[in-house]
């Protein structure tokens, strides 16, 4: 298996040009940068990745493939006022099949032509989803908060919160995630000559092992919210 050397240059003006010109016959023209120095070095980066992120979960999805870890370039312009062709950015995710993949907790990691971020969250969770997190919380709130520590430099919890705090003068500590409409922990950096080196899937695994502790507690949320009701 050839190793990950970093994301290139030409493959990040790619994203900044396709931004740009966004027409079919301006990609199909400049299709073979996309596919050397952008699916090629995702589906490299996901194939030396894959062997830590199955210890962190056996039922992750890591295919290396365009639509399974690997962001689709082609914008679903179908229910969208932006007619867009393409997408000025790339991700890719581990998570667990899921029938709705926006509600499953997911390990990620994003380029732009000028700025990287990567984490664990999701990308847009139900209320119901939420709701049980919030009662995880006040069912053992010291194991949550025993959770929380491993949310620390370089990562940040980020997410929509309601404008009002759903309980009144909350622990600050606790309310910061009690509050969130959805949630995210993640890393954003604007040093994007980060991307372009060897050590970057070394880099990954250390933050993705970091915030094992909230993935678990994510699951956990997942496995209430799954249990069959009669």
């Not at 992750?60 to 867009?84: L, M, Q, V, W, Y």
């Not at 759903?166 to 890393?187: F, G, S």
Request: with cysteine; aromatic share 14%.
């Amino acid at each position: 298996m050839a190793n990950f050397t970093g994301f290139t240059q030409a493959g990040l003006n790619f994203l900044q040009d396709a931004w740009i010109n966004n027409s079919k016959p301006w990609f199909e023209q400049h299709r073979a940068i996309y596919d050397s120095d952008l699916v090629k070095p995702f589906r490299l980066l996901v194939e030396q990745l894959t062997p830590e992120m199955l210890k962190i979960d056996e039922w992750f999805e890591t295919r290396p493939a365009i639509g399974k870890t690997i962001s689709r370039i082609h914008r679903d312009t179908r229910f969208s006022n932006d007619k867009s062709l393409y997408r000025s950015r790339l991700w890719l995710t581990f998570k667990r099949p899921n029938r709705d993949w926006k509600e499953a907790p997911a390990y990620f990691f994003e380029i732009s032509p000028s700025s990287y971020q990567y984490g664990l969250g999701y990308y847009c969770s139900s209320k119901q989803t939420m709701d049980i997190f919030r009662e995880e919380i006040l069912n053992d709130t010291q194991k949550f908060l025993a959770m929380t520590h491993c949310v620390k430099k370089p990562f940040e919890l980020v997410g929509e919160s309601y404008k009002r705090p759903l309980i009144k003068e909350q622990d600050a500590k606790i309310a910061t995630w009690y509050n969130r409409k959805n949630l995210a922990v993640m890393v954003t950096s604007n040093h994007i000559e980060d991307v372009l080196n060897s050590d970057l899937p070394q880099r990954l695994t250390k933050g993705f092992k970091q915030l094992v502790p909230l993935y678990d507690y994510l699951m956990r949320v997942e496995m209430i919210k799954n249990i069959p009701t009669f």
